[in-house]
């Protein structure tokens, strides 16, 4: 059985940092989109770092330069390091992972993915 598990979230002011991590568990081959979503209230998931084939990343533009992802394959573990963080930033967080039959364009829907965790909590304070 597939599973993701993130963990990290918490409440920051802004300006802080946060360090999400996503352990795999269940995995018998390679994804080819790996990474991270955000859903806020009232508003729709998007994507906001992921592994798009290989180590190709795609970053959401309101997060870059401020947001990276990164892993370990020994540990079966993805990471989103968040720094700079905004109120806007505020969502639950979720990580995705597909069964690695996506073609890499299509790593930024979240329709692509097949395996999500609980996700984890982020808030912002100003």
């Known amino acids: 059985q597939v599973r993701l598990v993130e963990s990290g979230g918490g409440s920051v002011q802004a300006g802080g940092s946060l360090r999400l991590s996503c352990a795999r568990s269940?995995?018998?081959?390679?994804?080819?989109?790996l990474g991270w979503f955000r859903q806020a209230p009232g508003k729709e998931r998007e994507a906001v770092a992921v592994?798009?084939?290989?180590?190709?990343?795609y970053y959401a533009d309101s997060v870059k330069g401020r947001f990276t992802i990164s892993r370990d394959n020994a540990k079966n573990t993805v990471y989103l390091q968040m720094n700079s963080l905004k109120p806007e930033d505020t969502a639950w967080y979720y990580c995705a992972a597909d069964r690695g039959q996506r073609a890499p364009r299509d790593c930024t829907g979240g329709d692509s993915y097949n395996y999500w965790g609980r996700g984890t909590r982020v808030t912002v304070s100003s």
């Open positions: 269940g995995y018998t081959y390679s994804s080819t989109c």
């Open positions: 592994y798009a084939g290989g180590d190709s990343t």
